[in-house]
């Protein structure tokens, strides 16, 4: 397969999708650039693209803290050259308890994550997208997405922010010269979904999940939704009655993930 981007900066990429994805994007020739927390893993995933063949740098940062993931990002944007191609992938997830206590302090973290994190990933390269008139702006968002569910609330209500916020980009930019596009897997296999203590309908592996979203991104579509089944069970639980959702849910809400 050609490659399709020249540079390429994914955050999220000590883990789960976002090192997939990075495997993905530098198999035909595109320079990634990583970025996460932890830089030991970081610096794994680079060694095993480096000896595949391919290029990549790392860069550590928090993505709740603006200042430094905008300059890991420009870092890796001077070292790598003008980037085509950013998938702000880092996310976390964490049940929502309204007893004994709501978990305020991590909802609050999530937001940050999830939603501001994909703000200043975009911030940090936005700039030169615009005077080159040329992009595209990813954020993995989740098919949880689409519907408030019982237990879950802060992350399915931070992932519509990161939609909604995504589509305004999306219009806006286009006349520039910019796709956004925003992508919502299903259950795939990372850490994040190891605790989970239910059956994951239509789960997909790590690695397929990041083939279908590069395979997908070559088309810039405005939302890449998958897999298509799981998509029309969200699509379901939107027209559901809420006793039934909050039946189907009972034994999450009473074993949450821990
Ligand atoms: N797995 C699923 O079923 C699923 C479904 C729908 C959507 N998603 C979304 O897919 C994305 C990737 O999730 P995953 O399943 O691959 O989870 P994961 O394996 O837990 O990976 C999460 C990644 O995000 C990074 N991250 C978390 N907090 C961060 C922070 N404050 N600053 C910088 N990086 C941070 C982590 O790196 P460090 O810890 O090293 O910082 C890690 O690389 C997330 O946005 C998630 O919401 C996942």
Not at 51 to 79: P, Y
Not at 162 to 182: A, K
Request: proline fraction near 6%.
């Amino acid at each position: 397969m050609a490659k399709t981007w020249n540079v390429a900066l994914v955050t999220g990429a000590s883990s789960g999708i976002g090192w997939e994805l990075a495997k993905e994007l530098a198999r035909p020739g595109t320079k990634v650039g990583l970025v996460a927390r932890r830089g030991d893993l970081l610096d794994r995933i680079a060694a095993e693209i480096r000896t595949a063949g391919g290029i990549a740098e790392t860069a550590i940062a928090d993505v709740t803290e603006r200042v430094a993931t905008v300059s890991a990002l420009r870092n890796l944007q001077e070292r790598l050259g003008p980037v085509d191609l950013l998938i702000a992938n880092a996310g976390f997830g964490s049940p929502t308890f309204v007893e004994p206590t709501m978990n305020v302090e991590t909802l609050e973290t999530m937001y940050k994550v999830n939603v501001f994190g994909v703000l200043y990933s975009i911030e940090a390269v936005l700039p030169g997208m615009l005077e080159r008139g040329r992009g595209h702006l990813v954020a993995v968002s989740s098919l949880g997405s689409y519907k408030g569910l019982p237990g879950e609330s802060g992350y399915t209500s931070s992932k519509a922010a990161v939609n909604n916020l995504m589509e305004g980009f999306r219009i806006q930019l286009r006349p520039r010269g910019i796709h956004v596009t925003t992508v919502c897997p299903g259950f795939v296999v990372t850490p994040m979904t190891a605790r989970n203590n239910f059956k994951m309908p239509f789960l997909l592996k790590a690695d397929e999940a990041a083939r279908r979203i590069v395979r997908a991104l070559r088309y810039k579509p405005a939302v890449f939704d998958f897999p298509r089944p799981m998509r029309w069970l969200m699509e379901l639980t939107r027209w559901l009655p809420d006793g039934v959702i909050r039946r189907a849910m009972a034994d999450y809400n009473e074993n949450p993930p821990g």
